[in-house]
């Protein structure tokens, strides 16, 4: 009866209660207590909009009671991931094209970012907090597929998400999934992409990985561009994946001169069995650790 008083209330008191909230062991429990007492039309009339409002033969809940679920079962207890969750669909209401189980909902990602900064903005949240969940919202479609999805993808979407977001947004994933009432939270494909980005966000090992590179070793030896410098610098990394705290520029150096007197197919023979049984090993850890095959 009185919700509308609401508005007496300071903007940033109003938002200090939303996140205690949303931190809370239980946020979805406070979100629908907001909207049985008539608060959260004031408070995120946005949210409200997908009351009642179906999805597609994809979902069996309303895009309300989606994104409620998907914030219960946010498995990430930072702010911004929470807020994600709660908001990663915000714009469907919008988008919605068709009825029925053929309804699509286009672009609700870039969309949905526009209008989670708009809220977020307007509840007067940290800039930090604002960017970093619109950035979530506006790349939790991203796609993954056994098979389809090659490393160089892979590398691109990290590049696109940044490294230090690939674990809220693999929990944004599974909030997603979970609140779609799908059973499993980590699929075997999400667990094998969570495999492909540890595989190609780790330190590599390849030559790039060595403290000294092809250049320094023209520059060292006084000699030109040939067949020697990848040998050398694979006979290096060899040593290297060995014994890594051999990985100085000082002991590469030194070592670089010593085994310059080698010929090629010396230094080939040397380095190729080691950098291919380390490559494997390597392989096999992070396999086991992602339980993919």
Do not use: W
């Amino acid at each position: 009866k009185h919700s509308s008083a609401i508005g007496l209330i300071s903007t940033e008191r109003i938002r200090d209660e939303l996140e205690k909230i949303i931190l809370s062991p239980r946020p979805s429990a406070g979100i629908e207590a907001l909207k049985e007492a008539n608060l959260l039309r004031h408070i995120i009339p946005e949210l409200e909009l997908g009351v009642g409002v179906s999805q597609n033969r994809h979902h069996i809940y309303t895009i309300y009671e989606h994104s409620v679920l998907s914030l219960k079962f946010c498995p990430n207890e930072k702010l911004e991931a929470r807020l994600a969750s709660l908001f990663h669909d915000i714009a469907k209401p919008e988008t919605k094209r068709g009825a029925g189980e053929d309804a699509t909902f286009y672009n609700h990602d870039i969309v949905g970012a526009k209008v989670a900064k708009k809220i977020l903005r307007r509840l007067k949240f940290p800039n930090e907090i604002i960017e970093k969940t619109s950035h979530l919202i506006r790349n939790h479609m991203f796609f993954y597929n056994i098979g389809e999805v090659t490393e160089a993808g892979v590398r691109r979407l990290i590049k696109r998400v940044g490294a230090e977001n690939l674990k809220d947004l693999i929990d944004l994933r599974i909030a997603d999934r979970l609140g779609s009432g799908v059973p499993k939270a980590k699929p075997y494909k999400l667990r094998h992409l969570e495999y492909l980005m540890a595989k190609v966000s780790r330190h590599p090992l390849s030559v790039a990985m060595l403290k000294i590179n092809g250049n320094d070793i023209m520059r060292l030896l006084d000699i030109k561009q040939g067949p020697i410098i990848g040998a050398l610098l694979n006979a290096l990394l060899a040593e290297v994946l060995e014994e890594p705290k051999l990985n100085t520029k000082k002991y590469l150096e030194n070592r670089a001169k010593e085994l310059a007197e080698l010929s090629v197919e010396k230094l080939k023979e040397k380095s190729e069995k080691v950098i291919k049984e380390k490559k494997e090993e390597v392989e096999l850890v992070e396999k086991s650790r992602f339980r993919v095959q």
